[in-house]
């Protein structure tokens, strides 16, 4: 049995890329807090499913289509969560893409595309929620990092570069809205055992070096790293700001 929160019931959460991953699994668990649950992403199939599956249990979860790369659209999603479902009480900022890219390819358009999909959006998905969390003096945001940066990983600079610049992020926003007792911190994953990462970049040579370095030797699941941000969320965290948390099994 996974830890109950009763802080959190009736809180209104929103996650970035919720659909699949990581991120549904960040859903299912705030659903289970009895939260409101607003996850937006452009995998509408998958997002309808997860809010199907949610609703049949009797869970408060809502999906939008939205492209975060369009950030009018991301404004216009915070808007819609919030006439539907009341002020954004805390943001995940999950959603990224972990696309590999080599450096003598790269051209301008596609490290842009990178960053806005990797980082930008977390800022301003950010922007559109802290005149809530003012109003209530209280709220939390965590954005997700990687360990891709950390471990030295090579064929994806747009992608490291986007994620260390998570840290600085997570600093500044946590420096300026401290005073309103808005928290901010970041989670750096390590290899965790999505369908993507099983389909695209598993191997067997892949997870020896893994098992290897990695000080628990077994394989990671999503719902490890979203056991831990609901902890991060909820008021047990209540002293946690401005800091970036390793979920890794000891990798880095």
């Not at 209530?136 to 471990?151: D, H, K, L, R, Y």
Request: glycine share 8%; proline share 3%.
């Amino acid at each position: 049995m996974a830890a109950i929160y009763s802080d959190l019931a009736g809180r209104v959460v929103l996650v970035t890329g919720g659909a699949s991953g990581i991120g549904a699994a960040i859903v299912r668990r705030f659903a289970q807090q009895k939260c409101k649950v607003v996850f937006f992403d452009i995998k509408a199939d998958e997002g309808q499913r997860l809010a199907l599956e949610l609703s049949d249990q009797g869970l408060d979860a809502h999906f939008q289509r939205v492209d975060l790369t369009d950030i009018a659209a991301l404004r216009a999603g915070v808007a819609n969560a919030r006439n539907a479902h009341g002020p954004i009480n805390i943001l995940v900022n999950n959603a990224a893409h972990d696309e590999r890219h080599k450096t003598e390819e790269m051209t301008p358009e596609y490290w842009d595309d990178r960053i806005a999909v990797n980082l930008k959006h977390q800022f301003f998905a950010a922007q559109a929620v802290l005149p809530d969390m003012k109003a209530a003096n209280g709220g939390a945001i965590i954005n997700f990092g990687s360990v891709s940066w950390m471990a030295g990983q090579g064929g994806m600079a747009a992608y490291t570069a986007s994620k260390s610049g998570v840290v600085g992020l997570t600093r500044s926003l946590a420096r300026d809205y401290g005073p309103f007792n808005i928290r901010v911190n970041a989670i750096a994953p390590g290899w965790i055992m999505t369908e993507r990462q099983l389909e695209k970049w598993m191997t067997p040579q892949g997870e020896a070096e893994l098992m290897q370095r990695q000080c628990l030797k077994r394989r990671l699941v999503p719902d490890e790293v979203a056991k831990f941000t609901v902890f991060l969320a909820s008021d047990e965290a209540s002293a946690c700001t401005a800091q970036h948390y390793v979920v890794d099994g000891g990798w880095v």
